[in-house]
C-alpha cells in the first residue's frame, strides 16, 4: 500500500473509532437518563450492578498495569496510551492514574478563583512549559491593577505550588480583557490575597525546619492528627500518618532511601512524593506546607 493510501487509511479507521465512541457515550447519557426516571429500588440495583462491573474492571486494568509497569520497553508503550484521551479518561475514572499536570493548576487555579472573582477579577491557565513553568494571565479587575503581582505571588502562585509542588516558575501572559467593574464601589486596588489572615489560620506552626530530618520521618500531631514530615533539601512533606492499604499508623516502619516501608504488610511509599511503590495506584493523603523563615507550617486537607 502506498504511503497516501496508508495514511488515508488511518484516518478513515480514525473516524470511524471517533463515530463509535460518540454514539457509545450518548447511549450511555440515554441509558442513564432512563435508569434516572425509574424508582429507589430499580435505580438502586443498576447502581449495584455498574459498581460491581467497575470494581471488577479495576481490578483488571491495576494487575494489567503492574505487570506492564514491570517491563521497561512495555512502560514506555503504556506511558504512550494513557496518552490517548480516551484511555486516560477511563483510568482516571477508575483512580488508577493520578490528575495530570494540566487536571491539578486547573483545580488549583479554581481554587482562586472565588477570591479573585469578589474582586471582580480571574485568573486563566495560557500554557504550561515542561517540566517546571505555568503561565497564566489575569484576567479582569486583576489585570493590569496595581496588587496584580501580590495577587500572583500571594495567591495563584502559591495555590499552584500547593497543588503541583514540582511547579517552579509561574509567569503571568499580558493582554487579559479589561472588565470594567460595574460599581465603582467594588473597585478594590488591594489584592485578594494582601489580607489573608482567615487563609492564614489554616496554617499550624509544627517545627523549625531544622528539626526535619533529611530523606526520614518525624511525627508530630497537627490538630489532632497524627502526620508524617520528611524533609528533601529545601522541600518538606507531610502525610497523614495512615497506610493507603488498611490506614494503620506508619511511624514505626523502617526508612531508606527515603522510602518508608509499612511495619504492618511491607507496603513501599516514597516520602518525596507519597507514590505507594507497591501498589502504585494509591497513594499517601497529602497535606500541603510552607516554610516561612525557617517556620515550617501544615494546612490539613
Ligand atoms: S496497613 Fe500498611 S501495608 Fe497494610
Known amino acids: 500500500m502506498s504511503a497516501s493510501a ?11 473509532e471517533q463515530s463509535d465512541l460518540d454514539t457509545l457515550l450518548k447511549d450511555i447519557q440515554l441509558l442513564e437518563g432512563l435508569v434516572e426516571a425509574w424508582d429507589d429500588h430499580q435505580r438502586n440495583t443498576v447502581q449495584a450492578l455498574i459498581q460491581a462491573h467497575n470494581e471488577l474492571n479495576k481490578a483488571a486494568f491495576t494487575k494489567l498495569i503492574r505487570v506492564l509497569k514491570a517491563d521497561p520497553a512495555a512502560l ?16 482516571r475514572y477508575h483512580g488508577i492514574v493520578k490528575p495530570s499536570l494540566h487536571e491539578r493548576v486547573e483545580s488549583a487555579l479554581e481554587s482562586v478563583r472565588p477570591y479573585l472573582q469578589n474582586h471582580n ?7 504550561i512549559i515542561p517540566p517546571e513553568t505555568v503561565i497564566i494571565r489575569l484576567l479582569g479587575a486583576c489585570d493590569g491593577c496595581p496588587a496584580s503581582s501580590l495577587t500572583l505571588s500571594e495567591g495563584v502562585e502559591k495555590a499552584i505550588k500547593e497543588h503541583c509542588p514540582e511547579i517552579a516558575t509561574i509567569k503571568k501572559a499580558k493582554g487579559g480583557i479589561t472588565v470594567k467593574p460595574v460599581d465603582d464601589v467594588n473597585v478594590n486596588f488591594i489584592s485578594p490575597f494582601a489580607q489573608n489572615e482567615d487563609e492564614d489560620k489554616d496554617w499550624f506552626f509544627v517545627c523549625k525546619l531544622d528539626d526535619v ?15 508524617l514530615l520528611s524533609r528533601f533539601g529545601e ?6 500518618n495512615a497506610c ?20 504492618h504488610h511491607g507496603f513501599e511509599y516514597s516520602l518525596e512524593s507519597g507514590e505507594c511503590l507497591t ?3 494509591v497513594q499517601l493523603h497529602t497535606h500541603a506546607v510552607r516554610v516561612i523563615n525557617e517556620r515550617v507550617e501544615v494546612k490539613l486537607s
Not at 6 to 16: G, I, L, V
Not at 244 to 263: E, F, K, Q, R, W
Open 213 to 227: 530530618p533529611e530523606a526520614d520521618i518525624k511525627v508530630t500531631t497537627v490538630r489532632g492528627n497524627e502526620v
Open 244 to 263: 493507603a492499604h488498611l490506614a494503620m499508623p506508619m511511624d514505626m516502619g523502617a526508612v531508606y532511601n527515603g522510602i518508608l516501608v509499612c511495619p
Open 6 to 16: 496508508e495514511a488515508m487509511s488511518s484516518q478513515t479507521q480514525h473516524d470511524k
Open 235 to 240: 522541600k518538606v512533606t507531610c502525610y497523614q
Open 121 to 127: 477579577g480571574n485568573v486563566e491557565l495560557v500554557e
Open 279 to 281: 501498589a502504585p495506584e
Open 76 to 91: 514506555i508503550a503504556l506511558k504512550n496510551a494513557v496518552s490517548d484521551e480516551v484511555v486516560y479518561a477511563v483510568l
